[in-house]
């Protein structure tokens, strides 16, 4: 029987072990440079509606679920939760979905700029990569989306959380980009 080297059984080691292992996408964010963070110190969680087919807000337990998350990375950033007062932020949680979604006509005012502000007769595609979480934080006067946080391949196809022992970490590490509140 032929004996084959080390190094052979190495590199294919290295390989089979490369192989089985999962790449996690990275988490982005993004902000409007122009917005003054320092203002801010209070948030409250958009109370809809919601699109009844998203992942991240359909199902109330895996909503409470991401929202307390979300809350958790907030208050290490020093932000207060206040949902029934006036709030100088709004948060809304949503997803890249894997079915198409749909065109909306919109025909009333609703949403927030640049993202969806529809006004009057309107029509809103929007896509993401499918699976991804997306965090968008409001300024509530005059409801302007101020900063976004995409965790990609956060929800499987059927809607459920492809890692759930991750969801703290990953949320984390996408809060941890919103600038700080200062006290």
Not at 74 to 86: C, E, G, R, S
Request: glycine fraction near 6%.
């Amino acid at each position: 029987m032929p004996r084959i080297p080390a190094a052979v059984l190495l590199t294919i080691l290295v390989l089979m072990g490369c192989a089985s292992q999962q790449e996690i996408p990275q988490t982005r964010t993004d902000l409007d440079p122009s917005t003054d963070f320092r203002l801010f110190k209070t948030y409250r969680w958009f109370d809809g509606p919601f699109f009844y087919f998203d992942p991240a807000t359909a199902e109330k337990s895996q909503y409470t679920y991401l929202r307390d998350a979300v809350n958790s990375a907030l208050q290490k950033q020093n932000y207060d939760w206040q949902q029934f007062a006036a709030t100088d932020l709004v948060l809304h949680i949503h997803s890249g979905m894997y079915a198409s979604q749909p065109v909306t006509d919109w025909l009333t005012f609703n949403w927030y700029k640049p993202w969806w502000g529809a006004y009057g007769e309107r029509v809103n595609v929007s896509r993401y990569a499918p699976g991804t979480f997306i965090i968008d934080v409001i300024q509530a006067k005059g409801t302007v989306l101020v900063w976004r946080g995409l965790i990609p391949g956060f929800f499987s196809e059927d809607g459920t959380i492809l890692d759930p022992e991750s969801v703290s970490t990953r949320i984390n590490d996408a809060v941890s980009n919103l600038p700080e509140a200062i006290r």
